[in-house]
């Protein structure tokens, strides 16, 4: 097993690991440890399907089960396609499953919205376009340290809502049903997460974090604004070009992510998402 650096901050490449390949607990730990110490783990060349990509992934922890939203809603894979899941056409632009797609366009953190937030997801590019489609990474361990110590000061002990709601009205308000609606209620969240094995703090926003509570809403908004704008910035963010049998492991603690655009009308692209979900909530609702 070999570790080379994405970025100076974050990020390792593992090399010599076939993760389709049953392993014991002892060859897991190494790959447990890089993940609470550099964020985001990178796969190459996995030939996986759907069952070894479970079995993997359920080393790290139990699995969340995606919200009925979703193209894949009540599995264990978030589905991230331009393919219809019974025909395997391209979906047109219009249609509300690419629609509710662009969300994933936005600075965010999987699961945020849930009151127990995930630990990590795992992304596995199935069918990867030749060009466009990367993913990128912002480290909010690093945004964190960065923040002058006043504003360190005032964030310890806020707590901020996250919706889901909250993240896909900034696309489209209309892309939720109101039964979807209806099972995703606003959860709270610390605006600062401690890592309990190394002990590093990250920020904790993103795009379903909608205010702070206790603040005026536009107040509290701004302020989300502001610390996104930090944790976004070009030395803390990572971009990822994908390949056909690639796997990204990250940390939804510590790393914001987004998509980018592609060209969905020419070119097919299927990402198989597992999510595994995190240990508690972290404030009381």
């Not at 992304?123 to 923040?147: I, K, Q, V, W």
Request: with cysteine; charged share 25%; hydrophobic share 35%.
């Amino acid at each position: 097993m070999e570790f080379r650096k994405l970025h100076p901050l974050f990020g390792v490449e593992i090399i010599g690991v076939d993760v389709a390949r049953p392993m014991t607990a002892g060859e897991f730990q190494p790959i447990r440890a890089a993940l609470d110490e550099h964020g985001l783990l990178l796969f190459r060349d996995q030939d996986i399907d759907d069952e070894q990509q479970v079995a993997f992934s359920e080393h790290f922890g139990p699995l969340e089960k995606t919200i009925s939203a979703n193209p894949a809603g009540g599995t264990l894979f978030a589905r991230q396609s331009n393919l219809d899941i019974r025909t395997g056409d391209l979906i047109p632009p219009e249609d509300r499953r690419m629609i509710y797609q662009k969300a994933n366009y936005l600075w965010h953190s999987d699961s945020s919205y849930k009151a127990t937030p995930s630990l990590c997801s795992l992304l596995s590019g199935r069918l990867c376009p030749p060009e466009g489609g990367n993913t990128e990474f912002a480290d909010m361990a690093a945004a964190y340290d960065a923040l002058p110590g006043e504003t360190r000061r005032q964030l310890e002990g806020l707590v901020a809502e996250h919706s889901m709601i909250h993240s896909r009205a900034q696309v489209d308000p209309r892309v939720l049903t109101d039964a979807e609606k209806a099972e995703l209620p606003a959860v709270r969240q610390t605006m600062v997460r401690v890592n309990p094995v190394t002990g590093r703090k990250s920020l904790y926003i993103g795009a379903h974090c909608s205010h702070v509570v206790g603040w005026p809403e536009e107040e509290g908004r701004a302020f989300v604004r502001h610390l996104t704008e930090t944790a976004i910035r070009p030395e803390f963010c990572h971009s990822h070009a994908w390949r056909t049998g690639d796997i990204l492991v990250w940390d939804n603690r510590r790393l914001l992510h987004r998509a980018t655009a592609y060209d969905a009308t020419r070119y097919k692209r299927l990402m198989q998402r597992t999510t595994v979900a995190g240990d508690g909530p972290t404030v009381r609702q």
